[in-house]
């Protein structure tokens, strides 16, 4: 059971947060549809390389938004699809993204400064 995230351990945001958000976000897009089943909080605290306590943080969290849904012998599930609106959008948002990635890389900026560019808008904007 593999779900795509990464914990930046150098990041100001704190980790049970990156998990959360790319949990929520993965939900959001409809890539962990309704029923999904996650990995448990051991084995995810073991990929990610991060204590058991901050992957559980993240999983209560995304409890109590709604999205997923924790119960003994089953283990963590997702209880929310996302609306088709949201899935227009993603396919929307996934062409703006490839359009930004070949921009920057045709005026050679590396992916790294690039991913930084976007994090320090993303902090700007609230």
């Keep these: 059971m593999s779900i795509q995230i990464a914990v930046d351990l150098r990041d100001a945001t ?19 549809a309704d029923g999904a089943r996650l990995p448990t909080v051991r084995a995810l605290a073991t990929d990610l390389g991060v204590a058991t306590g901050t992957v559980a943080r993240a999983y209560k969290e995304l409890e109590a938004a709604g999205l997923i849904q924790s119960r003994r012998r089953l283990g963590t599930m997702v209880t929310h699809a996302p609306a088709d609106s949201t899935r227009a959008a993603d396919e929307h948002l996934q062409v703006k993204i490839a359009d930004l990635i070949a921009a920057s890389r045709q005026a050679g900026i590396s992916d790294e400064t690039l991913v930084s560019l976007l994090q320090g808008r993303l902090r700007n904007t609230d």
């Design 14 to 32: 704190p980790p049970f947060e990156q998990i959360r958000t790319q949990i929520a976000s993965l939900i959001a897009v409809g890539r962990l």
